[in-house]
Every structure is written in structure tokens, then in C-alpha cells.
């Protein structure tokens, strides 16, 4: 949520009022005093929760009609609402302050009062808007929460109640998370009320002393029975009382050792209680008196005057020699200055230098472009050798080189021609013959390196016989490689007569369906044979001779085809093995063929007989071709011989031509080292070279008319220069304008003399009557150090301003404060230590360690008194020990003593189960801190930059701690104001935080909550709070109202939107920050409101505006602040004379 409008229409000082254009984020409000900061942080808290505190407070008069209303956007969709709040009426008459003491306050409201929550967003139409509650606005908060933490200024900023347990305290002890500490608290009260019932001696209240009467009514009834059972009884009950007598000594003894080590303790604790207490006193008494004397004002106003009439007579003593030494330096008249009439007449003369400077310049431009074009010419023609240049370059550059064309340049070039197509056909006639030569020179060197190369690998034998034995083993080799087919194909055939021979063994056999079906038919055909003869002729009838004969047949064939089938595979098994034995007597003899040849072949088992081949059938083919090269080397050098008297003869034909063409040439007056080509180039180029020449000699001649002109007239302008005692080194046209220069310079000079003259005489006045006042505001100073009986400023200060002693008081008082109470955190017992120290005048803590040391002899001395009253009644029990009367009465005394045993258990289990949560809570205290102050610990340590990192609830849960970076713990009321305030910024934070995770998102409004923190504590502050909002959602406001322009000055760097209160414009970097345009610039000023109750010894801190115009320091103000004027005095000394005072701003003060 964030407030868009504020329309104040009337409200305490502020009337029809108007803050527009408001957004989220920091929006700072900057303006002067009395524009209603103030009023308008209570107008904001007064429109969300009602008038009614401001009526019982007494800010507002209830009798007088207040009216206003805010525009606000509410998240999620920015809805924007109109929350008015109007106090008016008839009754307003008959209302006073009073009529408000209800004790209503929020929400709600009185006679007279109305609120309006109205949808105004022109984005809703009137179906689409629904009734608001401001409720549903401000959330689960109530005014005093929104005032301590939301909307807070000057008043509880300096009142820092959120440091206490109460207010805003009181919520961040409700927000701890862990142990519920009420319950704890409740308890350690029943635990303490159980005891103290347990510990009463009223029978109707504690079971202990209602014990004790029954078994002191037991023991009286024993007692008065008179029986020896009975007194053995009573001896029993004696003996038992001895022993609770003793057990009760002991612990009374350990108690009183405790006393003891306790007073101990304190002794201890003396010494620094002691020191705390004489440097609290000391600074006390520092304190109830001024510190600073009122000579140490007018001493140090004096002080300032010296000190600034000192620093003025240095600075004119200063312009005083600097215009002395301005003088000196100035040179003398030279002699340009007493030759200035002859110069003048020449500078007259000028222009006419300028024409014939330009005429000449013209005049040799185009004598050197004449001249650069025709040796460009000559470039482009070639002769850039030939031609000769007659004359160089002058040292200035004024001359033109002059070109010198040939003497026969103007002859006809016919006659060359002939003479260059004779040179051409000689040179191609020698390079013909030259090529010859070389071709057959080739030709005969590679024949006879290859004969040559040849020769050596033949192992001395000509080249024939190494044909022939070429031949011969390339012959053998052919050889071998027949007989190894040949031997490849007998392995083959023996290999297949082998299978063939295998297979033939293998059908002797004959196959078994053959040898089935011939057993069977022969089976069939003698069964049939024997039937037919043997059977009777009724079995077979008619019939019978058949049979006979079918199965006569059927035994034949089976017989024959047997006989026929053996006999065939036995014929073609032997011719098999015949062929057999024949091929391997042919592969032996081939063995031994092949041995022969390996034999004459050299053995090579990296090639195969192949390519052994075609090597050697390749040598002879190279063999047969060196041989018929041998035979051509004698044809070849005569071809080399010839060709070379050929290239004698081209090369006699060339030289020839050559002379002859020399000699053309020198005829013609043209260099003998000209090519023909070159020769060609100069003849198309020759009529231009000789209409250039003419040209360019022309303009040259009157460039030098020109040249001679102006070195006449520079002659001239020479002499002057001379007779001014300068050394002409440059043109005529520099001379002239350095005469003209030196001219200048000499009336500058003369008319800078005059000035420095009439300055200086003024600046000794006023430099002596500076020193008159020196030495007045002397004298005054000294009057303070003779008052005072002193010689020195700093004996002087030490006498008049005591404020170092007290800084050195307060710090020695802090620091024995501090030790004090390091000491008493650690000191637990006796409660009442401080109340001990503070009486050790009146008790001191000797008597009463002596009288603890009494208390334990005491103890000890009864202790050994009932130890020898319980051995005598220990031996009188012994005795009485038979007697067994009364034990009814018996039986009841062990049983009360019993219950009597267990009620005391109960009260140790109570005082143990006390202490043990006493320490819990210590420990949960100490360890388990609320997660709000988590996060306060982490603002701070941004607030303050890392030096203070956390902040924690002290054990006993009455305050707050803060924690630096050592490790050291600080109580609140030990820091400093400024770190207090850090504290409470960053408590506030956490707060806004934890209210802003409960849907409380009202906007937070501050007024001059930084006003108190230095230069840096203030750009931290505005930065963490930029940071703050920033991690906020993004609809969250803060608005902070101040009247310090250095303060908007940080929050506008700090990257807030600074503005002042009529106008919407944002305020950023250089723009001045004054006020409404309506106030008049030298106007009053209001007085910053004066802290109540202000110390002396921390005077505020003047924070000067930073205003467009060069005001007068503070220092010199007519009217002062009153911290100013306690420290510097009110009275200020008029200026001195001659000066003209600057107007002192004046300032009103603010009326309540």
C-alpha cells in the first residue's frame, strides 16, 4: 500500500494542503521549519486511527472542526481508495479534551466524527465496487503499535522506548520463537508458592508442620506412659532427633562457608565499586558546572579576527610583492620602440611587399609547373638519363633547375631504323645459334653419362658379353618357371589319381541296395526253383514247370550281374594305379630339373622367379639401347661443333650491328647507351619536348624579374630590422610582421607598467593598514593570556575550558563503569551485593565477613556438641532395647516420621526442579533469541557497517544487549546516542518486517529520524533504508519528512526521490534544495527546534544549508543558534573599517 494524495483541508497548522504524485518507494519530503512535518506525520496517524489521541494528548483543540483525507493504492491491483476522516459539527461547541478519556482508541470514534472509505478507482465502474473497511486497511495493528513503530518522530526517537520491555518491547519478547516464556514464568510461581506452603508453619497449611504436631503428640503420649519401653522409646526418638540435629548442622555449615566465599567475593568487588563510584562522583561535580568560561568565546572570536586579519595582511603582502616583482620583470624600451616612426613607415609599405610577394610567388609557381611539366615529359619520353641538368637547386629553393636537350635532339631519327631492324636480326641469329649449341651439348652430355653410368656396373665386360649373359640368365629363368608349371601340374594329376585310386578301392564293395536286390532276387528265384521241383503237384498244379523256370532265371541273372560287377571295378583299379606310378617318375625327373637350374640361377628369396624374369629381360633391353647410343656419340659432337661456329659467327654479325648503331647515335649528339626501343619512345615524344623547352625557358626568366624585385625591396626592410638590433633570418613578409609584433608588445608593456605602478602604490596602502589591524587584534589576544597569568594558548585553554577533564573523567568513568559491571554480570550471589557496597560505610564488608566466620564456628561447635550427646544416647539405647510396650504408638511414629521423610524429599524435588528451570531459561535466553531480533541484528550490522553485529534479550529478560565485532556486550544506556538510535533503526526494521509478514502494510512515516546521526551514520542510514524498502514488495511506501538539507542531500544519493512539499519535481544532485519559490531569498530563516534538556558538554552540531549565493559564515551571523551562541558567544565585532559587511541572515525563532 502507498499513499498517492494527501488533502489536508484543515488540521491543526496546515490548511487546504496538497501533496500530489506521491509514489512507492522512499519518498522524501524536504522543507523548512514551521511547513508542518510535524503535523503532517500526526495528520496521517489521526486519518487511520482517529482524532481522538490528539484530543487526549492536548495536540489538537477538539472544539475546532479537522478535516482531510489520503488517497491510497491498495495491492494487489492498486486499487485506489479515499479514506476521509472529518471532526465537525454543531456539538464541537459543547466537546472539550476531556469529553475523549474513554480509553477508545483506533478504530472507532465519537460524537462529531465521521469517516468515509470510499473506491474511487476510475478503473471500477459502479457495479464492480464494493464496500471497504478501514479494518480491511490498516489490518491486525492498533495506534500505539503504528505510532512506536510505523509513524514515529523526533519525540520517540529521543525517548527510544522500543529499547525497554514496555511498548514495542513487550511485542518483540510475544514474537520469540522457542521456550513459550509466560508458561516458564508461571512455573517457576507455583514452584516458589509450593515451597513457601511447604516452608509455612501453619498445620492447616503445609503437610510438614501439620507432621511435626502429630509426632510431637506421639512422643509426649510415649513419654508420659513411664515404662522402659517407652523410654526406650523416647531414647530412640532422642537419638533420631541428634541425627536430624547433625544432618541439619552440616548443610548450615556448607551454608555458612558459602557466606563465607560470598563476602569473599564482594571484598573483591570493593576496589571497583569504589572506582566506579569516585569517577561517577567526579563527573558529577564536572557536570553540575559550565565547562567552558565565557573568556574562552571572546578569546577565541578575538583568536579568529587575528587569525583572519593575519591571513589577509599575508595575502596583500603577498599581492604586494607579486606586483613588485611584476614590475621588475617588465623589460626596458628597446630599440623598436625608439625606431618606431621608421618602422611605422614600413609596416605603411606592407601591402605593396604582400603584391610583389604574391606576384613572385605567382611567377615561380608557374615557372616550376612549366618546369615540372616539361621533365615530366621527359619522364614519359625516357631520356630521365639522358637529359642533363645545367644548375642545381638553390639553398632556398628559388632558382629552376634549367634541362639541357641534345644538340642533334632536332635531327630526323630515318636513318636509326635501319640500323635497330639490323640490331634486332643479329640478336635473333645469335639467340637461334646459342639454343643450337646448347640443345647438342645436352644431347652428348646425357649419352655419355648414361655410357658412362653403364660402364661401371658391368663389372669390366663390354657391353655384348653383358647382352649375351643377360640373355642367358633370363633364359634359365624362363626355364624354371616352365619346369615348376610343369611340376604344379603333375602335383596335380598325382593328387587326383590318388582320389580316383582311393575311390575305385572303396567300389569293390558292391553297394549295399545293389548287393539287397541281387541277394534278394536270387533268394526269390531258387525258392521258386526248389518249389517248382520239390512241392507236390497238388500244391503247385499246373504251375509248377513255371516256377522252375522264373526262378532258374532269377538265380542266373543274380549270378551273372555279381560276376560283372566284381570284374569291372577290379580292370579299372589297376589302370589307375598304372598312371599313377607313371606320374611320379615324371615329377622326379622334373625335381631334378628344377635343382639343376636353381643351381645356375643366384639365388633372391625376397622375389619371385616372375619378376626375376622381367627384371632380367629389362636389363637386356637397356643393355641393347646403350649400345646403340655408343655408336651415336661420334655424331653428336660433330653436331656440337658446328652449332658452336655458328654462334661465332651470329655473335661477330651482332657486334657489328652494334658499332654501327653506336655510331648513328653519337652522329645525332644522343647518348651510345640508348636501346632501340627507348630511342622509338624519345622520337613520339619529340615535338612536345621541344614546345615545353621554349616554355619553361621563358617563365623562368620572368620569375628571376620578379625575384630581383622583391630582394630589393627586403634589402630595405633588412636594413630596419638592422638598425633595430634584430637578425633578419626569414622572408620580408615575417620580418614585417614580426616588426609589427615587437611594436605591440612595446605599447602593451608601456601601458602594462602604468597599471602596475598605480596597483602597487595601492596594494602597500592597504597592506600597511592591515598590518595596523594585526597588531591591534594582537594586543586584544594578549589581554586574555595577562588576565589569566598565562603565556601560552595551550595554558591558556586549560585554565578556560575544562572539557578535556571531563572527556578524560567520563572515559575513565566509563571504563571503571564498564568493570564494575563485567564483575557484577559474573557475580550471582548475594543478591543484595549492590546494597552491601552502597552500606559498606556504615557495615563494612570485614565485619561482615568476620561475623559469617562466627556463624560457621557457631555451627561447628553445636555440631560437636550433638555428636556427644548422640554417643551418650546411643549407649542408654543400648540398654533399653528389650522393653517392647507401646509399640502401637511405636508403629504410628515410624509411619509419621516416614510421611515426614517423604514431604521433605517432595520439598528438595520442588527447590531442585526451581533451579533447574531457573537455568533452562538462562541457557534458552542466552541461546534462543527471537527471530525478529535476527533480523535486527542484521540491519544493524549494515547500519553500522559491521562493527556492531547482534543483538540479544539479556538473561534475566529486563533488557537488551547489543554485541560488537570483539565479541564484547554492550547495555543500551553504555553506547552513544547516535548507536542507540542505529539500534532503534534497526529494531524498527525488524519490526516493520515481522508487522509486514502479519499483512500489515501501512505506509511507515519518520520525521527527522536522522537529524542526529554524523555524515556517515546518515548516508549509511539512508542507504539501508533505501535497501529496506527496496526488499519490500514493490507497492511499499516509506515517507520521510525532514527540514535538513544535507539530510535530503544523502537520500537523494542514496537513490530516493527527494521533493519538497508544494512541488512533485524530483530534487537530485547540484539542484539547490531551498524553499517554495514564494519565500524571498533574503528573508528570515526559522530556528531548528532546540532538543529539551540539552547537555552542554554535547552541544548539536550546526549543519550549514548549501544555498546558491556565497553566504557569510556562520561564524559572522548577527543572530546565532543558542548552542552557538553558548559556545561562541552572542555578540559579534563589526568589520573592519574600509570593508562592506555582508547582511547576517536573520533567524526567528519557533513559536510553540
Not at 778 to 799: I, N, Q
Request: charge should be neutral.
Amino acid at each position: 500500500m502507498f499513499i498517492e494524495r494527501i488533502d489536508v483541508e484543515r488540521f491543526g497548522a496546515l490548511d487546504h494542503t496538497t501533496i500530489d504524485r506521491l509514489g512507492p518507494g522512499v519518498q522524501v519530503l524536504y522543507g523548512t521549519n514551521e511547513t508542518g512535518k510535524t503535523t503532517l506525520l500526526e495528520f496521517v496517524r489521526a486519518v487511520f486511527f482517529g482524532y481522538e489521541g490528539l484530543f487526549r494528548r492536548g495536540v489538537l483543540d477538539a472544539r475546532k472542526p479537522c478535516a482531510g483525507k489520503l488517497l491510497v493504492r491498495m495491492p494487489p491491483e492498486r486499487t485506489l481508495l479515499s479514506i476521509e476522516r472529518r471532526h465537525e459539527g454543531p456539538e464541537l461547541a459543547a466537546v472539550t479534551n476531556e469529553s475523549y478519556a474513554d480509553d477508545v482508541v483506533g478504530l472507532g470514534g465519537d460524537a462529531g466524527d465521521l469517516i468515509r472509505i470510499t473506491d474511487v478507482d476510475p478503473r471500477h465502474d459502479q457495479a464492480g465496487r464494493h464496500k471497504v473497511y478501514l479494518q480491511d486497511v490498516v489490518g491486525d495493528i492498533d495506534e500505539t503499535t503504528f505510532t512506536s513503530v510505523m509513524a514515529f518522530g523526533l519525540d520517540e526517537l529521543h525517548e527510544l522506548r522500543t529499547l525497554e520491555p514496555e511498548g514495542c518491547g513487550r511485542r518483540l519478547y510475544e514474537l520469540a520463537a522457542g521456550l513459550d516464556r509466560s508458561t516458564v514464568a508461571r512455573v517457576l510461581g507455583h514452584l516458589h508458592d509450593a515451597m513457601r506452603r511447604l516452608d509455612s508453619a501453619d498445620p492447616t497449611v503445609s503437610p510438614l508442620a501439620a507432621l511435626e504436631d502429630r509426632r510431637t503428640d506421639t512422643l509426649e503420649r510415649i513419654a508420659a506412659a513411664g515404662a522402659p519401653a517407652l523410654a526406650a522409646g523416647g531414647l530412640w526418638m532422642e537419638l533420631s532427633h541428634l541425627d536430624a540435629e547433625i544432618a541439619g548442622i552440616e548443610p548450615r555449615i556448607e551454608a555458612a562457608l558459602r557466606a563465607e566465599d560470598v563476602v569473599r567475593g564482594v571484598l573483591a568487588l570493593e576496589p571497583l565499586h569504589a572506582e566506579w563510584r569516585r569517577t561517577s562522583d567526579e563527573l558529577s561535580a564536572l557536570e553540575s558546572v559550565p565547562l567552558v568560561h565565557a573568556d574562552r568565546d571572546a578569546w577565541r572570536l578575538a583568536n579568529r579576527r587575528l587569525r583572519r586579519f593575519e591571513r589577509t595582511a599575508k595575502t596583500r603582502k603577498k599581492l604586494r610583492a607579486k606586483l613588485a616583482r611584476q614590475l621588475r620583470e617588465l623589460p626596458a624600451e628597446s630599440a623598436v620602440w625608439k625606431k618606431r616612426a621608421a618602422v611605422a613607415a614600413v609596416l605603411e609599405e606592407a601591402p605593396k611587399l604582400e603584391r610583389l610577394a604574391a606576384d613572385a610567388a605567382r611567377a615561380e609557381s608557374h615557372a616550376r609547373l612549366a618546369a615540372r611539366r616539361f621533365g615530366e615529359q621527359v619522364g614519359v619520353a625516357g631520356l630521365s638519363r639522358v637529359v642533363p641538368i645545367a644548375a642545381n637547386l638553390d639553398v632556398d629553393g628559388a632558382s629552376v633547375p634549367d634541362v639541357l636537350l641534345p644538340e642533334g635532339f632536332a635531327l630526323s631519327f630515318g636513318p636509326l631504323r635501319s640500323r635497330a631492324r639490323d640490331c634486332s636480326r643479329a640478336s635473333s641469329e645469335l639467340v637461334e645459334a646459342k639454343r643450337a649449341v646448347a640443345e647438342a651439348r645436352r644431347s652428348l652430355d646425357d649419352t655419355k653419362g648414361s655410357v658412362k653410368g653403364a660402364g661401371g656396373s658391368l663389372a669390366g665386360l663390354t657391353i655384348a658379353e653383358a647382352i649375351a649373359q643377360a640373355a642367358a640368365r633370363a633364359g634359365a629363368i624362363r626355364k624354371r618357371i616352365t619346369a615348376g608349371d610343369q611340376l604344379a601340374e603333375l602335383d596335380r594329376a598325382i593328387a587326383r589319381i590318388d582320389r580316383e585310386v582311393t575311390e575305385s578301392v572303396g567300389s569293390q564293395l558292391v553297394p549295399a541296395p545293389w548287393l539287397l536286390g541281387l541277394g534278394g532276387l536270387f533268394t526269390i528265384g531258387t525258392g521258386m526253383l526248389l518249389s517248382g521241383l520239390l512241392l507236390p503237384r497238388e500244391v503247385t498244379g499246373s504251375m509248377a514247370y513255371a516256377m522252375a523256370a522264373l526262378g532258374l532265371a532269377g538265380a542266373g541273372v543274380a549270378s551273372v550281374t555279381t560276376w560283372s560287377l566284381d570284374k569291372n571295378s577290379t580292370v579299372r583299379l589297376e589302370a589307375l594305379r598304372h598312371q599313377l606310378e607313371v606320374a611320379k617318375e615324371q615329377r622326379e625327373e622334373l625335381l631334378k630339373q628344377c635343382g639343376t637350374l636353381d643351381g645356375t640361377i643366384p639365388a633372391d628369396a625376397t622375389l619371385s622367379l616372375d619378376r626375376r624374369l622381367a627384371q632380367a629381360q629389362a636389363e637386356v633391353e637397356r643393355l641393347e639401347e646403350l649400345l646403340a647410343r655408343e655408336g651415336s656419340m661420334h655424331v653428336l659432337a660433330d653436331r656440337v661443333t658446328l652449332a658452336e661456329q655458328a654462334v661465332a659467327r651470329a655473335l661477330e654479325a651482332r657486334t657489328a650491328a652494334r658499332g654501327r648503331w653506336r655510331k648513328a647515335l653519337a652522329h645525332r649528339g644522343l647518348p651510345t647507351t640508348l636501346s632501340p626501343r627507348e630511342v622509338r619512345q624519345v622520337a613520339a615524344h619529340r615535338h612536345t619536348l621541344l614546345t615545353l623547352d621554349d616554355d619553361r625557358r621563358r617563365l623562368s626568366e620572368e620569375s628571376r624579374h620578379k625575384r630581383e624585385e622583391l630582394a630589393a625591396f627586403s634589402r630595405r626592410i633588412d636594413e630596419v630590422l638592422v638598425e633595430c638590433e634584430l637578425v633578419p633570418e626569414t622572408t620580408a613578409v615575417d620580418h614585417l610582421k614580426l616588426l609589427e609584433e615587437r611594436l605591440d608588445a612595446e605599447r602593451i608593456t608601456i601601458r602594462r607598467r602604468s597599471q602596475l605602478t598605480r596597483r602597487l602604490e595601492s596594494a602597500r596602502r592597504r597592506h600597511r593598514s592591515m598590518v595596523r589591524q594585526v597588531r591591534v587584534a594582537e594586543r586584544a589576544v594578549r589581554e586574555f593570556f595577562v588576565r589569566w597569568g598565562v603565556t601560552t594558548e595551550p595554558e591558556f585553554l586549560a585554565k578556560v575550558d575544562r572539557r578535556p577533564e571531563y572527556e578524560e573523567a567520563r572515559a575513565a568513568a566509563a571504563i571503571a563503569e564498564q568493570s564494575w559491571a563485567d564483575a557484577r554480570r559474573k557475580t550471582t550471589e548475594p543478591p543484595e551485593v549492590d546494597r552491601w557496597l552502597t552500606e559498606a560505610q556504615v557495615v563494612p564488608l570485614a565485619r561482615r565477613l568476620a561475623e559469617a566466620r562466627d556463624v560457621t564456628l557457631r555451627h561447628r561447635a553445636a555440631l560437636a556438641a550433638a555428636s556427644e550427646r548422640r554417643q551418650a544416647v546411643a549407649a542408654r539405647v543400648e540398654t533399653a532395647a528389650n522393653d517392647h510396650t507401646l509399640e502401637s504408638l511405636q508403629v504410628d511414629l515410624a509411619g509419621i516420621e516416614e510421611r515426614l521423610a517423604e514431604q521433605q524429599q517432595r520439598r528438595n524435588l520442588l527447590h531442585r526442579a526451581h533451579v533447574l528451570l531457573e537455568q533452562t531459561r538462562a541457557a534458552v535466553a542466552r541461546d534462543h533469541q527471537p527471530p525478529v531480533l535476527r533480523e535486527a541484528s542484521r540491519w544493524l550490522s549494515r547500519l553500522t557497517e559491521g562493527r556492531y553485529t547482534s543483538i540479544t534479550t539479556a538473561i534475566d529478560e529486563a533488557r537488551l544487549e547489543v554485541h560488537d565485532t570483539d565479541g564484547e556486550i554492550w547495555n543500551p544506556e553504555r553506547l552513544s546516542r547516535g548507536t542507540r538510535e542505529q539500534v532503534f533503526l534497526a529494531l524498527w526494521l525488524a519490526l516493520i518486517r515481522d508487522l509486514g509478514r502479519h499483512d500489515v502494510s501501512l505506509p511507515v512515516v519518520m520525521d527527522d529520524a536522522l537529524v542526529n546521526f554524523d555524515d556517515a551514520r546518515a548516508r549509511s542510514a539512508a542507504r539501508v533504508l533505501v535497501e529496506f524498502t527496496a526488499e519490500q514488495a514493490a507497492d511499499r511506501q516509506m515517507l520521510v519528512l525532514t527540514c535538513h538539507e544535507h539530510v535530503a542531500r544523502t537520500f537523494a544519493a542514496a537513490g530516493a526521490h527527494v521533493r519538497s512539499f508544494s512541488d512533485p519535481a524530483p530534487l537530485w544532485g547540484d539542484v539547490a534544495l531551498l524553499a517554495p519559490a514564494t519565500a524571498v531569498a533574503s528573508g528570515p530563516r526559522a530556528l531548528p527546534p532546540e532538543p529539551a534538556a540539552r547537555p552542554a558538554r554535547e552541544p548539536a552540531r550546526v549543519v550549514e544549508p548549501v544555498v546558491m549565493a556565497a553566504p557569510e559564515p556562520a561564524a559572522d551571523d548577527g543572530t546565532a543558534w543558542p548552542a552557538e551562541a553558548f559556545f561562541f558567544g552572542g555578540s559579534r565585532s563589526p568589520g573592519p573599517t574600509g570593508e562592506r559587511p555582508h547582511p547576517a541572515p536573520r533567524r526567528r525563532a519557533r513559536t510553540p
